[in-house]
């Protein structure tokens, strides 16, 4: 079943709250109510490192509440103008719903009623038409001709970037359990692993304190020293590092460390053709599969000369630079930049142009990886997006933190429940 096959309904409430997110910032609770008494709620993620083509999040810049982080303005255009444009209407379709709320903001990114608000209302709608359905979100979410699939998850076991307070450049470190079994099994070699790398920097005097997304966040500078910690850590977990086993995948997240023309990471700067070639050596040194935001943004050039000499070998995902944009996706794509996408609901803001963003990738051979942001609240949705579209792979933070372990968690419990479905990378 797909969303394009439901019955008319009609919204009856649309309601938001101001909640916090686990960084302690204010985000937004939404829930969603239908005639038929259907009704749920959806938790607003928000991004650290942000693409400056995201769609925009709608902060009160108030600084008497929150250092001007409040929500308020986006629960107002919640509760007043969107109730006012949704309730008492009726749609056939999510899409007819998302469709309503772009028409109502009016600007091309979202920035009037504010990505936050539209979100999680397009987020909450989503969950509610699955209600009563007698299907699980992920069913109801597969397009119809797609394969459903579970996916690899890649555990972010090492934070630095804008993620955490030490002086690592590298944003992320993440564990992709690709030659595991099953999911249950990729679950306990991630979690292993992780207890494994915890011991590993406590008898070597690193602190084991965590960043944003539930990683480590020792005071390592240099790439090179992490990446041989994670690989000692799979060792003496008893897993094999590399894709029969657990390979690594990074995201510098470069656009963060990209000044002046030049990237400043780890004590050097370096032009685009040199952090290729580190990239390129670091790929020789160590079981790296995947690398995110390996350049900026902006760096189109650099793209296309990375994508040119490490993609037929490695897996190049586009996020700052994608923003989960499908005219942009389709764009790079056509100019042979990266090899892949990160998806993020909040950053283009409706799920029905992340379905969209995820149909061009699947209909192009281009690969996708549904994500988190690094600041999360309990809800599950991407776990169930990422079976759905059956891109097979989510990145979901460390194996630790309420926040993240949910989406793991939800994963596990779907395979459970349906053990036929496939796992593993498309
Ligand atoms: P963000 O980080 O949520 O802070 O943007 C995640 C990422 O860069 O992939
Ligand atoms: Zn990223």
């Known amino acids: 079943m797909s969303s394009a096959q439901c019955a008319p309904f009609e919204v009856t409430d649309v309601h938001a709250v101001e909640i916090l997110d686990s960084r302690s910032r204010p985000t937004l609770s939404v829930s969603v109510t239908f005639a038929d008494g259907s009704t749920a709620r959806a938790g607003v993620p928000s991004g650290a490192s942000t693409g400056s083509g995201e769609a925009v999040e709608l902060r009160d810049h108030d600084s008497a509440r929150y250092g001007g982080l409040g929500v308020l303005t986006a629960v107002t255009n919640i509760n007043g103008e969107i109730l006012a444009a949704l309730g ?56 119809a001709g797609v394969a459903a699939r579970l996916p690899i998850p890649h555990f972010n076991v090492v934070n630095g970037g804008a993620h955490a307070p030490n002086d690592l450049d590298f944003q992320e470190f993440m564990l992709a359990p690709i030659g595991a079994p099953s999911l249950p099994e990729a679950i306990r070699a991630g979690a292993e692993t992780y207890a494994a790398l915890k011991r590993l920097l406590h008898d070597k005097g690193y602190a084991t304190g965590l960043g944003d997304e539930g990683g480590f966040a020792p005071d390592i500078t240099r790439p090179e020293d992490v990446l041989a910690l994670i690989v000692e850590a799979i060792t003496s977990a008893g897993y094999t590092p590399g894709r029969d086993g657990i ?15 030049a990237y400043h990471a780890a004590g050097q700067t370096l032009s685009s053709t040199e952090m290729i070639t580190w990239y390129e ?54 100019k042979n930049i990266a090899t892949a996408a990160l998806i993020k609901v909040n950053q283009i803001g409706t799920v029905t142009e992340t379905l969209d963003a995820l149909r061009i990738c699947r209909d192009n051979g281009y690969a996708a990886m549904v994500s988190h942001r690094s600041g999360e609240t309990e809800d599950t949705f991407i776990a169930d997006l990422a079976v759905a579209s059956g891109c097979g792979q989510l990145k979901t933070g460390a194996p630790a933190r309420g926040e993240r372990i949910a989406k793991y968690n939800r994963l596990l419990e779907i395979a459970d429940r349906h053990p036929a479905l496939p796992f593993g990378l498309r």
């Open 88 to 143: 008492g209407r009726s749609f056939d379709t999510l899409a007819d719903v998302d469709a309503a709320l772009i028409a109502l903001d009016g600007t091309a990114n979202k920035s009037r009623l504010g990505a936050n608000a539209i979100v999680g209302v397009s987020i909450a709608t989503a969950r509610a038409l699955a209600t009563g359905t007698g299907v699980e979100l992920w069913q109801h979410l597969t397009p």
């Open 247 to 261: 390979a690594i995948a990074l995201d510098p997240a470069a656009s963060e460390f990209y000044r002046d023309g």
């Open 281 to 334: 050596h670091l790929a020789v040194d160590f079981p790296i599969w995947s690398i995110e935001d390996g350049l900026a943004e902006n760096d189109e050039n650099g793209w296309i000369e990375l994508t040119q000499r490490l993609g037929a070998r490695i897996q190049l995902v586009g996020d700052d630079n994608f923003v989960t944009n499908p005219a942009i996706i389709t764009d790079a794509i056509a």
